[in-house]
């Protein structure tokens, strides 16, 4: 999940040469400080809009910026066209599903997620007792699908709350889960859409 820019940004001959940021899966940039008592931090951020996780605020890459880096938050920035989900949190793998589940949608390009659930225990997922679902955002239509579930496995909800967020300036932002969500659908495994 951790990996080098470049391996993201092989075009973005400045993102190559970046050793003190990584991206955190597809979606997140991640600047760790390294310099005690810092309380601002410049980083790079590659070709692609972006959005700071903390503020919501929108930015374009492709250059340098300036970020605040308070010691009890550390620089992330999220790609536009990420889908991230959250949940409440968990104290155990076997735990119930997390429901209801936020979505946080980055707006500015399309973009793809896929849930992976499973029973959270044992190994019965290796012999496919387990389901996935597909989320797409279209940015030319503004429209996020949700596609039919597949495959099953025990114990799995008959239907999963979403509450969708379209991240913006101060609303959608930070590790808590939002108070007041954009959309609110109940799934129950069947394809449904999404419209701001």
């Excluded at 030319?140 to 300036?169: C, D, Y």
């Amino acid at each position: 999940m951790m990996r080098p820019l470049v391996m993201d940004f092989r075009t973005d001959v400045q993102a190559q040469n970046i050793g003190n940021e990584y991206s955190f899966g597809p979606a997140i940039l991640v600047a760790p400080v390294t310099e005690q008592g810092a309380a601002v931090k410049r980083l790079y951020l590659p070709r692609a809009k972006w959005y700071d996780f903390w503020t919501g605020e929108a930015t374009d890459g492709g250059r340098y910026v300036e970020t605040s880096a308070p010691i009890e938050s550390l620089p992330l920035f999220v790609r536009a066209g990420s889908i991230l989900p959250l949940g409440p949190d968990v104290e155990f793998a076997a735990a119930k599903a997390a429901d209801p589940m936020e979505l946080r949608v980055y707006r500015g390009a399309d973009g793809d997620f896929t849930l992976y659930e499973d029973e959270g225990d044992g190994y019965a997922y290796e012999k496919g007792a387990h389901a996935t679902t597909a989320f797409h955002w279209d940015e030319a239509k503004q429209v996020l699908s949700i596609g039919e579930r597949q495959g099953k496995f025990p114990g799995m909800s008959a239907s999963r709350t979403f509450h969708v967020v379209f991240v913006s300036k101060n609303h959608g932002t930070g590790g808590a889960l939002t108070g007041r969500a954009d959309k609110t659908v109940t799934y129950s495994g069947k394809q449904l859409t999404v419209v701001p």
